[in-house]
């Protein structure tokens, strides 16, 4: 079995609210547990970042069922790569919204404090996603 990682961005649709959320990651959550898919959802008003790790076939059967979701558009992958590990192996779906705190990363890894997952490469949108990992993890332990 491979594993791989995929990193995708897309816009949230208009009307998007708080119980959208909730179900995404809930189902999510569920899903990702039955299927041996780990990874890093991060959310603004505006955008989806999402980082998925698994096997080859699991993260690809996900992505598609994202691409056919109508809470976003504008899915667009940044990053797709065979890993010889996970990263995210102890979350079925770890969840960071914006606020203050990502606010230095998001400046670190783009041009701006402002959350556009667009306006990053892969390899930004990856950094960034363990940088906020990381940064999770310390405040935990």
Not at 3 to 20: C, E, H, M, N, Q
Not at 38 to 67: E, H, P, W
Not at 93 to 115: A, H, I, W
Request: net charge positive.
């Amino acid at each position: 079995m491979f594993l791989v990682r995929l990193i995708y961005a897309s816009k949230i649709t208009d009307g998007f609210g708080p119980k959208d959320i909730e179900n995404i990651l809930q189902s999510a959550r569920t899903y990702n547990v039955k299927t041996h898919v780990t990874g890093m959802l991060c959310f603004s008003n505006k955008y989806f970042l999402q980082c998925l790790d698994g096997s080859r076939t699991a993260v690809n059967n996900t992505y598609q069922q994202i691409l056919n979701d109508k809470r976003h558009h504008n899915v667009i992958m940044l990053n797709y790569t065979q890993i010889p590990e996970r990263e995210f192996e102890k979350w079925s779906m770890g969840y960071v919204p914006q606020s203050r705190v990502t606010e230095s990363l998001n400046l670190k890894f783009s041009g701006s404090v402002d959350f556009n997952p667009f306006k990053m490469s892969g390899e930004s949108a990856h950094l960034l996603m363990l940088a906020l990992k990381d940064s999770i993890t310390g405040a935990i332990s």
